[in-house]
């Protein structure tokens, strides 16, 4: 069992900048690959971004490539995500995911463990 908990979301202006942090405990964090997904009212959950149990490869989705960077810290079992440039339509609850993957899941599905989602709000 892993427990996942996200912290780091607010308000914040068009163009500033949020990191949301992702505090994982139980079963060895490093073995998980670890992903962020958003939520936008009415909307579907989407995928934003994924780095491999290693923190050696990332995938971004396009919407987001250039300003946010997912990133790990195993020593504090902690993954990140950096969030520039914000606009308006990131607004939505990021929920912070594990998944029992080598690769970079991209889909809700692949993903074992799940937070309770932190509230991203831009405003304009």
């Known amino acids: 069992q892993v427990t996942l908990v996200e912290s780091g979301g607010g308000l914040v202006q068009a163009g500033g900048s949020l990191r949301l942090s992702c505090a994982a405990s139980?079963?060895?964090?490093?073995?998980?690959?670890m992903g962020w997904f958003r939520q936008a009212p009415g909307k579907e959950r989407e995928f934003v971004a994924a780095i491999n149990w290693s923190g050696g490869s990332a995938y971004s989705t396009d919407s987001v490539k250039g300003r946010f960077t997912i990133s790990r810290d195993s020593a504090k079992n902690t993954v990140y995500l950096q969030m520039n440039s914000l606009q308006p339509e990131d607004t939505a609850v990021y929920y912070c995911a594990a998944a029992s993957w080598r690769g970079l899941p991209a889909t809700k599905s692949q993903y074992d463990y799940w937070g309770q989602g932190t509230q991203v709000t831009v405003s304009s």
């Open positions: 139980g079963r060895t964090f490093s073995s998980y690959a």
